[in-house]
């Protein structure tokens, strides 16, 4: 059968010309995707409400003979293509959001979303056809994509675009390449390009798979986890929470200097854009980073809680509402789960209802105080809220106790990277007076 794996990588064109034209295929794509979504939404909005057409009724084939001179015609395939699947995988949750025997899907599924427009930005990715590029690897790494015969005329190019890999790939030796997805990532004003391969199932020494992990999920700290293994890992998020609060309420400053009858602008939608991609950007390479760590453990399950529980037990209305648009929850699960799946590791959503207030060595629920990140108990417990809430949810889960823990390993963002603090070594008995704990963490971990 092989292993899925996915080798992600950054790409340059090698001229300026190379780079237009780059864009251009980028933009053509990002317009056939939303002509597309357009025509689909609009006979689900009519079927919706007044039994109109079928989402699927949509000229589809038109659309393909239009972009097919400048993407090609398996370019222009391959969008139409993703967005099917896009509209299949909304259809799925909108089935399970409405099973009541299903607990899955806690929030209202949204329809597939557009790439913005060509005046304000639009979102530049596409999607090539396992066949319609090639990947050399070695010293001089180059990724070779086709295009369509008018960008091969406009650009007077020989209808291949060649682009330099930057890096070294994880998986270089697979036995069979999937459709490349290539973007531009704003952010860093970089190309960015994802290509899922098949290898042999002992390219990698796979670990026997038995083992488990939970997830516990804030704003503070993003994810705590704990495995069966006995590690923990913390991915802390205040100063990204904070820039996305910040841009929050820049937005909000920018809305309320619109004249009358004007709700948005080219500057607020660029606002929107930034933040939006600065998060996504973020919860990619955590899922990333976690993923490869809990896969070396030998994880092959990953317990996620519901984010109603997480909104019930946490914080204040103003901080859960914050906490709810900063985590996009169901796309951060949808992203867990398919990065998951290229590892062989399953994730399950399940209730974790009060494990954030459960003293751990009482059981109890209403004498438990939070004061920032640690949980007290007048039993005389006193840890990190957060990672003893992944814990109690693992045990739950499980039922059954897990291993001794290690000293957290924890991480902090640098707009690229996740990155372990020195920190992550501190002794776990050393105690921390609650009223001068300040978020750098200075508290105690389960078990001291």
């Known amino acids: 059968m092989g292993m899925k794996r996915t080798n992600m990588f950054t790409v340059r064109p090698l001229s300026d010309s190379g780079e237009q034209l780059l864009r251009d295929l980028l933009?053509?794509?990002?317009?056939?995707?939303?002509?597309?979504?357009?025509?689909?939404?609009?006979?689900y909005n009519d079927e919706d409400g007044y039994g109109g057409e079928d989402v699927w009724d949509a000229d589809t084939g038109q659309l393909e003979g239009r972009y097919k001179g400048v993407l090609g015609a398996s370019t222009a395939q391959q969008v139409i293509r993703?967005?099917?699947?896009?509209?299949?995988?909304?259809?799925?949750?909108?089935?399970?959001?409405?099973?009541?025997?299903?607990?899955?899907?806690?929030e209202h599924p949204e329809p597939p979303g557009f790439r913005g427009n060509e005046d304000?930005?639009?979102?530049?990715?596409?999607?090539?056809?396992?066949?319609?590029?090639?990947?050399?690897?070695?010293?001089?790494?180059?990724?070779?994509?086709?295009?369509?015969?008018?960008?091969?005329?406009?650009?007077d190019h020989t209808g291949r675009l060649r682009l330099e890999i930057a890096g070294d790939?994880?998986?270089?030796?697979?036995?069979?390449?999937?459709?490349?997805?290539?973007?531009?990532?704003?952010?860093?004003?970089?190309?960015r390009a994802s290509q899922p391969v098949t290898v042999s199932d002992d390219?990698?020494?796979?670990?026997?798979?038995?083992?488990?992990?939970?997830?516990?999920?804030?704003?503070?700290?993003?994810?705590?986890?704990?495995?069966?293994?006995g590690q923990q890992y913390l991915y802390e998020g205040r100063d990204l929470f904070q820039r996305f609060r910040d841009t929050t309420r820049h937005i909000a400053e920018l809305q309320s200097k619109l004249g009358d009858g004007r709700y948005s602008s080219e500057r607020i939608r660029r606002r929107y854009r930034k933040r939006t991609r600065r998060r996504d950007h973020a919860q990619e390479a955590l899922c990333?980073?976690?993923?490869?760590?809990?896969?070396?453990?030998?994880v092959d399950t990953v317990y996620i809680g519901r984010l109603t529980d997480v909104l019930e037990t946490h914080w204040s209305v103003e901080t859960n509402a914050k906490t709810h648009n900063f985590w996009a929850f169901r796309q951060f699960t949808e992203r867990l789960a398919c990065t998951a799946e290229?590892?062989?590791?399953?994730?399950?959503?399940?209730?974790?209802?009060?494990?954030?207030?459960?003293c751990p060595q009482c059981g109890s629920t209403d004498r438990t105080t939070r004061h920032q990140d640690t949980l007290i108990c007048p039993c005389g417990f006193e840890g990190h809220a957060d990672l003893t809430a992944s814990e109690t949810f693992l045990e739950r889960q499980t039922d059954q106790?897990?291993?001794?823990?290690?000293?957290?390993?924890?991480?902090?963002?640098?707009?690229?990277?996740?990155s372990e603090l020195p920190r992550s070594h501190r002794p776990k008995n050393q105690r921390t007076d609650p009223s001068t704990v300040h978020f750098d963490g200075n508290v105690a971990s389960r078990g001291s």
């Open 401 to 418: 106790a897990v291993r001794p823990m290690a000293r957290p390993v924890r991480f902090e963002w640098d707009d690229h990277d996740w």
């Open 288 to 298: 990333r980073d976690l993923l490869d760590r809990l896969y070396a453990e030998g």
């Open 82 to 106: 993703k967005n099917s699947e896009a509209w299949r995988g909304f259809f799925r949750l909108k089935e399970q959001y409405y099973d009541d025997s299903d607990t899955s899907v806690t």
């Open 27 to 43: 933009d053509a794509s990002a317009a056939l995707w939303n002509q597309t979504n357009y025509e689909r939404l609009m006979r």
């Open 169 to 191: 790939p994880n998986w270089p030796d697979y036995e069979k390449q999937g459709r490349l997805d290539l973007w531009y990532d704003e952010i860093d004003d970089t190309f």
């Open 342 to 358: 290229e590892y062989g590791i399953s994730v399950e959503v399940r209730s974790e209802a009060w494990t954030s207030q459960e």
């Open 120 to 155: 304000d930005g639009r979102q530049l990715k596409t999607v090539i056809r396992n066949t319609s590029y090639t990947v050399e690897w070695g010293d001089r790494s180059r990724l070779e994509i086709l295009v369509g015969s008018e960008l091969k005329d406009r650009y």
């Open 203 to 229: 390219a990698w020494d796979t670990p026997l798979a038995s083992e488990k992990a939970a997830l516990d999920i804030g704003a503070n700290n993003l994810v705590a986890c704990t495995t069966t293994t």
